[in-house]
């Protein structure tokens, strides 16, 4: 059974970039799409983008000038690079696995609070 | 983008009663639509998939069904566990989006 788990700091500051990994344990990444989610008070659930197990990416048109997803298959991990962050990005973020064939999300991380403040 | 609206935004029932929640989209999705409870401080867990679909593992109290461009989600007999949040998705077109959410209390 496929497992993930998001990690990396808890707070970054204002204009600086926000990393996190997910890493995928109990399965591969092929041939699934690979997502991050976040969750925030003011804007609820936002799907931030994907990345396929080729490498091919899609992001949220919102947030698409900020955001790199990367891929480790030798790590198996993913990872989420979000630039000049503002308060405004405090979320909770989420991985997740992405069916293809039907859209939905099937699997979920449990989650990591990233807080944007000095 | 496509934008779904959830109603109500709030639900108060009892143990045993019967829910119902709607979801609407902005713009045909077809049956691209899934379903997530959430619990605080957990994160969603898919119910249903495909507008009907029932994710594995899931109870069979829980349904989805379509009726025009309205998607309903219905707990036929609430249990103690169901008290929580619930997200509609739709999966046609990205971005893919959310509903803003139903929180299912105690009544």
């Known amino acids: 059974q496929v497992q993930l788990q998001e990690s990396g700091p808890g707070l970054v500051k204002p204009s600086e970039t926000l990393s996190l990994t997910c890493t995928v344990s109990?399965?591969?990444?092929?041939?699934?799409?690979w997502s991050w989610i976040r969750q925030s008070p003011g804007k609820g659930l936002e799907w931030i983008g994907y990345?396929?197990?080729?490498?091919?990416?899609n992001y949220n048109p919102s947030l698409k000038t900020r955001v790199t997803i990367s891929l480790d298959t030798s790590k198996n991990q993913f990872s989420l690079s979000l630039s000049f962050v503002t308060a405004a990005d405090t979320a909770v973020y989420y991985c997740?696995?992405?069916?293809?064939?039907?859209?939905?999300?099937?699997?979920w991380g449990q989650g990591t609070l990233v807080t944007v403040s000095s | 983008d496509i934008q779904m609206t959830q109603s109500p935004s709030s639900v108060s029932a009892s143990v045993g009663d019967r829910v119902t929640i709607t979801c609407r989209a902005s713009q045909g999705i077809r049956g691209w639509l899934a379903w997530y409870q959430q619990k605080p401080g957990k994160a969603p867990k898919l119910l249903i998939y495909?507008?009907?679909s029932l994710q594995s593992g899931v109870p069979s109290r829980f349904s989805g069904s379509t009726s025009g461009t309205d998607f309903t989600l219905t707990i036929s007999s609430l249990q103690p566990e169901d008290f929580a949040t619930y997200y509609c998705q739709q999966a046609h077109s990205f971005p893919l989006t959310f509903g803003p959410g139903t929180k299912v209390d105690v009544k």
């Open positions: 990345i396929y197990y080729s490498g091919s990416t």
């Open positions: 109990g399965g591969s990444f092929s041939p699934d799409y």
């Open positions: 495909s507008a009907s």
């Open positions: 997740a696995r992405h069916s293809q064939r039907t859209g939905d999300f099937d699997c």
